[in-house]
């Protein structure tokens, strides 16, 4: 596994957010801890794993001592650092609500990765403990901070695409591992829906910035494969959204790796095509004016997930995505499965206006001329 040493980091400012990394998986060591080193507000101040060899490797490699890793059973000497501000939760979903807990009663502001828990419950919980402890919880929905998703949501809202009637959104990809712990449903929650259906649900909701009022969704759990014993291998989803705006999703473990959004107006329609990856996003609207794909500087996706949390932290300010906007895809969930498993539509709790689970806006790459 790539340690990406040769990366600099930042020098050292006494305004920068320490964090602690909690889980030291294949996101951690290729994404978070590079993205964290080149980060204007962010760095990396410890390590939480269960593997003392690997932390001790990483903490030479990113310029830590081995006094800053620390093992689950340390976690909670994490209250002895004043430099660690705030944690980052990389862990199966299962144990989100345990450490996000844990660390808002160490006083530690909570960057969560998505889902938030397993359930509605275990995710409310997050967001009462943080509430309580006077922390901030921000949910690592990091499409949420492209500069391209961004760009489709001002399209659907700013009127170029016209009235808007159809979405469609599909993330698949094939996992082959049946011990993975994807694959367990006391460790994840579900199959491919809170891991990588996701992120169809969600950009959905925020290209429109509004809350669907119903679900329709079928699933598919083959019998005799050994990754689908405990989860369903495919789903796909119809969302109801306000003025009879329609969201198709379909999410599968057991298909070829594809990534889209699309969104049909009246007068255009645009298309994401990789829509969900960590690096090279594409966006193309079509419209009145004609045909254009917006580029824009390069960027690294959870480099501006660590800036926004860390600016929210210095500045005081609800995260754009707060905990509440995860517990809202858990409460989507749990419809999609109900709705699954009755073959019925399921109506959801109504919310009005716009961005009703969002915090303050984030500062997000300009287009390029």
């Given at each position: 596994m790539p340690l990406k040493p040769d990366i600099d980091p930042p020098t050292p400012q006494a305004q920068r957010v320490g964090f602690a990394l909690v889980g030291i998986g294949k996101l951690t060591a290729e994404e978070l801890i590079p993205a964290a080193r080149i980060s204007e507000e962010a760095y990396i101040a410890a390590l939480v794993t269960s593997e003392e060899d690997k932390g001790e490797a990483f903490a030479r490699a990113f310029n830590l001592t081995e006094r800053d890793v620390y093992s689950y059973e340390e976690f909670d000497r994490l209250a002895e650092r004043d430099d660690v501000e705030a944690v980052y939760i990389v862990l199966p979903n299962s144990l989100h609500r345990e450490y996000a807990v844990r660390a808002a009663q160490m006083g530690k502001h909570v960057l969560c990765e998505k889902p938030l828990s397993v359930n509605v419950e275990d995710a409310q919980a997050i967001v009462d403990a943080c509430q309580e402890a006077g922390v901030k919880l921000m949910t690592a929905y990091r499409c949420q901070y492209t500069p391209e998703h961004w760009a489709a949501r001002e399209a659907v809202q700013g009127g170029a695409l016209g009235k808007v009637k159809l979405l469609d959104s599909i993330h698949v990809q094939v996992e082959d591992d049946p011990e993975a712990w994807r694959l367990k449903r006391d460790l994840a929650g579900g199959g491919p829906v809170p891991d990588v259906g996701i992120y169809c649900l969600n950009t959905l909701r925020f290209v429109l910035g509004q809350e669907p009022q119903w679900v329709f969704a079928a699933q598919h759990q083959p019998g005799g494969d050994p990754r689908f014993r405990e989860v369903e291998e495919s789903v796909s989803f119809m969302l109801g959204f306000p003025g009879g705006v329609i969201a198709n999703a379909l999410t599968s473990y057991g298909a070829y790796k594809t990534t889209t959004l699309r969104v049909l107006g009246e007068d255009g329609g645009l298309l994401m095509d990789p829509?969900?990856?960590?690096?090279?996003?594409?966006?193309?609207?079509?419209?009145?004016?004609?045909?254009?794909?917006?580029?824009?500087?390069?960027?690294?996706?959870f480099g501006l997930e660590f800036d926004h949390f860390a600016r929210c932290i210095r500045q005081d300010q609800t995260p754009w995505t707060p905990g509440e906007e995860g517990v809202q895809d858990h409460v989507i969930m749990a419809a999609i499965y109900e709705s699954a498993r009755t073959g019925r539509v399921v109506e959801l709790p109504k919310v009005d206006?716009?961005?009703a689970f969002r915090g303050t806006q984030p500062d997000v790459p300009k287009q390029e001329e």
């Open positions: 829509a969900f990856p960590y690096e090279g996003l594409k966006v193309q609207i079509s419209d009145k004016a004609g045909k254009r794909e917006p580029s824009f500087p390069d960027y690294n996706q206006g716009q961005d």
